[in-house]
């Protein structure tokens, strides 16, 4: 029988693995000790509160045994092995939007456990009422929880880019009387949870949970591709809220703190991401300008010119450059390019040329997307650079090259007041002496706006598929 003053222990102990793992990770070069001391919490958090259960059902005061506990680790630990190592990283924000689907779903779960079976959570005797204090503590992280699963749901399939389903594209999905819709919901799914506190009655309760479902599906739906980044942030903010809402009904501390430190930092981070989006958080949850990669730009891009190269030339004005600055975006995820690049740069390393990465904090599709991508293929860390660092560079570089990016090196967002992304900060790529922009067509970025970049006389267009470019690039070089 472990004891409760070990089981505080271990649970300070997983705690503070925790807050290492989020000091960790909030750089590249200490994210593999982050991830690990994450690893070591999560390890030892799990086990403990198996062997708090296992003593409690020793004692007779829990309900559940040895051979589930068990069950439920064999089964998680294989479908997340599995997941993790099949995953591409392509797909890693669909993996992340996953996650926090179950996350939400767990916390519904376990709440509507313990509202069938208190006594099984030391909450309450047989046959007693759940005290008022659980009962709103239960309220707060269902409709949370559930919240949080629907939303993830579909932002899984607006990253994932499945068109069988309407919900389920990337563009907004907007109707009229959308918001005063999602009010009324909310406001009734209130009061349906504040029915449950006063009755205890399965109906209302079940009433709030389907309608928390709903709002779920409602509040993701007008949010477009351009703000992504900000939803996989949110959502991830609102799983660990709703695992911090049950962890106080289960008087589980380790509950609370874990998932106080996501939900804190999902929140703190969701607020960042808006401000390099120059967008209020509430303007990105009311619906966003977002809408899906690859559309037509509202612009006269097929009558103007543009001036467009080879890989050939790419790589020749590159050789002889002194400095290349590389701004990659979602396209390079797309082509899976990262390794190809990362052997373009070797080569122009060997010839006295230097490398640096400037990374947007919204590039990609979810908050620090490139940075993985780069860091899978090996970059250096100390060639990778934020905005905030590198742009005042730019008017010194030689060659900006641009995979795939788009809306966050678009200079509408300094020179153009009335443009939707004004004031939006924006990796200032076209100061440098020349710019390289490798993409499949001219079609605009996710905010559906043309890029007078891609028109300037500094400015050559090389098509096609990143790889294959890059991978051409190569061959000139040899």
């Known amino acids: 029988m472990i004891s409760a003053n070990l089981v505080t222990l271990l649970y300070l102990i997983a705690s503070i693995c925790f807050i290492q793992a989020l000091k960790g990770l909030s750089h590249p070069t200490t994210s593999r000790r982050g991830n690990t001391f994450g690893m070591v919490g999560m390890a030892i958090a799990v086990f403990t509160t198996a062997a708090l259960i296992i003593g409690l059902a020793a004692k007779g005061t829990a309900t559940i045994g040895l051979g589930w506990i068990l069950l439920g680790l064999l089964i998680g630990g294989t479908v997340g092995t599995l997941l993790a190592k099949r995953v591409e990283m392509t797909r890693m924000p669909e993996l992340i939007a996953f996650m926090h689907s179950m996350i939400g779903l767990a916390a519904v779960a376990i709440a509507i456990a313990v509202i069938s079976e208190p006594h099984a959570f030391n ?69 349906f949870g504040a029915g449950f506190i006063l009755t205890q009655s399965w109906l209302p309760y079940v009433a709030m949970l389907l309608i928390a479902f709903a709002l779920g599906v409602l509040i993701i739906i007008p949010i477009g591709g351009a703000d992504m980044p900000v939803v996989i942030s949110m959502l991830n903010s609102y ?18 703190i874990a998932g106080s430190l996501v939900g804190s930092s999902g929140a703190i981070l969701s607020y960042i991401m808006c401000r390099a989006m120059n967008r209020s958080f509430f303007n990105v949850i009311l619906g966003g300008f977002g809408s899906e990669g690859g559309e037509a730009a509202s612009g006269d891009h097929a009558q103007r010119n543009v001036k467009s190269g080879s890989p050939e030339d790419a790589a020749f004005l590159m050789s002889n450059a002194d400095t290349v600055t590389i701004i990659p975006g979602y396209g390079l995820a797309v082509a899976r390019a990262q390794h190809a690049l990362k052997e373009l740069t070797e080569k122009l390393s060997t010839t006295g040329v230097t490398i640096k990465y400037a ?70 790529a076209y100061k440098a002496r020349s710019v390289i922009v490798i993409k499949r067509t001219m079609a605009a970025g996710y905010s559906g706006l043309d890029n007078e970049l891609f028109y300037m006389d500094k400015t050559m267009m090389v098509f096609g598929d990143a790889k294959k470019v890059i991978e051409d690039m190569i061959k000139a070089l040899e």
């Open 123 to 191: 909450i309450a005797l047989p046959g007693q009422p759940l005290p008022t204090g659980n009962r709103f503590e239960l309220v707060i992280g269902t409709f949370v929880g559930a919240i949080t699963f629907s939303g993830s749901v579909i932002a899984f399939g607006k990253l994932a880019g499945t068109y069988k389903f309407r919900l389920f594209k990337g563009a907004p999905v907007v109707f009229h009387g959308q918001h005063p819709l999602n009010l009324a919901l909310l406001i009734i799914m209130l009061a």
């Open 239 to 256: 799983s660990g809220w709703a695992a911090a809402g049950i962890g106080f009904s289960l008087n589980n501390p380790m509950l609370i």
């Open 359 to 428: 990374i947007h904090p919204v590039a990609g599709r979810m908050p620090g997307h490139m940075n993985v991508l780069l860091a899978e293929a090996e970059v250096p860390y100390d060639q990778v650079f934020e905005m905030d660092d590198i742009n005042g560079e730019f008017a010194q570089t030689d060659v900006a090259l641009i995979l795939g990016a788009n809306d966050v090196v678009n200079p509408a967002a300094k020179t153009n007041p009335k443009s939707p992304i004004a004031g939006m900060p924006i990796l200032e």
